[in-house]
């Protein structure tokens, strides 16, 4: 895929989901999963319209014929949204979907209400940014579901990877990666990979709340940490019990703290 233009990405390959009434929350997943990493919260509906939908290359969206960035993904969302007569809504995004949602408000200030950004990052480490590009090729070789068994220890505590039987959330992980498009996958690993949105965080209005994993990585909580003083009036929380896919893993806490701040 080196060396392709990059172009925009067509809004009219992306299906909205959406259940509930209320105010709209817009939820963006991380990469490899689809629109059901949410499901966990869909006792939310009762307050609000949850409103998700699978990224490029993933659950039922088509894989696209070209590279793509952070940039591209935000502007989709945009168009999506407008398309779906969304003027304003608040945004939920773990991962790739928190990037996504930084991008977004920076961006569009006026269709973002408050901002929710979930075990994400603005910028990878350098180690980490080059090591996107090694799981792209793995991925395009192997499959996305190849990259399961280093994947579900930096996603999930080791105590809830030793629960028997299998949890739920593990299992539509390992369910999803499965059906994940290698080439999806992988074009999404380049995105991150070149991802930069540390001049973003100053442009971001919306009030916002920052969540992670209190086990995560360190880079990860560092990453929080510069997100909650760099973005101007922002709160930051740690998920106890959790790493890196801290909805799965601790749904109930994550509802109770969205319904709070939301």
């Known amino acids: 895929m080196k060396g392709q233009a990059i172009r925009p990405l067509d809004p009219d390959s992306i299906r909205l989901h959406r259940v509930g009434s209320g105010p709209p ?5 991380c990469l490899g999963m689809s629109h059901h990493l949410w499901d966990c919260l869909g006792g939310l509906a009762d307050r609000f319209e ?3 939908y699978d990224l ?9 014929d070209t590279p793509y960035g952070i940039e591209e993904l935000s502007h989709q969302l945009a168009a999506v949204l407008r398309r779906n007569g969304i003027g304003r809504t608040h945004v939920i995004g773990i991962s790739l979907g928190g990037l996504i949602a930084q991008h977004f408000a920076a961006t ?5 209400d408050r901002l929710v950004l979930c075990d994400t990052t ?9 090591n996107w590009a090694v799981r792209a090729e793995a991925a395009r070789r192997n499959g996305a579901a190849s990259l399961l068994p280093v994947i579900e220890k930096i996603w999930f505590t080791a105590g809830f990877l030793a629960l028997d039987p299998v949890p739920p959330a593990l299992r539509l992980v390992r369910e999803t990666f499965a059906a994940c498009p290698g080439e999806g996958y992988a074009l999404a690993c380049e995105a991150l990979g070149s991802a930069d949105l540390l001049d973003l965080a100053e442009e971001i209005h919306a009030r916002t709340l920052v969540l992670c994993g209190a086990e995560e990585s360190l880079a990860f909580r560092d990453a929080a940490d510069w997100l909650a003083q760099n ?5 930051l929380a740690m998920v106890p019990n959790a790493a890196h896919a801290s909805v799965l893993e ?5 509802e109770a703290v969205l319904r709070d701040f939301l």
Do not use: F
């Open 231 to 235: 973005i101007a009036g922002a709160k």
């Open 250 to 254: 601790q749904p109930r806490w994550m």
């Open 108 to 112: 569009e200030p006026a269709m973002v």
């Open 50 to 52: 949850l409103v998700s």
């Open 122 to 130: 603005p910028r990878y480490t350098e180690d980490a940014r080059a």
């Open 56 to 64: 490029p290359g993933h659950g039922e969206t088509p894989v696209p």
């Open 25 to 29: 929350l817009v939820m963006l997943h």
